[in-house]
């Protein structure tokens, strides 16, 4: 998703989810680069304060830094083993 399709959404009302996965890298490009045996260049990068950007469009936001704050965040129930 983009900033014009956040933007729309908002305007319009719809209400769904987005998870944003942030890992500083391009991981796949990484891996293909390891695997070619070539020199890892251009794959780590910066992020935006994603909390910040979602507010800006006035989005409910949650951060997750486990599984159970994930399924928290999406109001799931815990999984028993």
């Not at 399709?5 to 500083?24: K, N, Q, S, Y």
């Not at 780590?44 to 006035?58: H, V």
Request: no cysteine; net charge positive; charged share 20%.
């Amino acid at each position: 998703m983009n900033s014009q399709e956040l933007d729309t959404a908002t305007r319009l009302g719809l209400a769904f989810t987005i998870v944003v996965f942030v890992d500083w890298q391009l991981s796949l490009i990484k891996q293909h680069q390891i695997d070619a045996h070539l020199t890892v260049t251009g794959v780590r990068f910066t992020n935006p304060d994603f909390a910040l950007y979602a507010q800006s469009f006035g989005v409910t936001h949650r951060r997750a830094r486990s599984t159970q704050d994930f399924n928290r965040s999406l109001g799931r129930r815990p999984v028993e083993p």
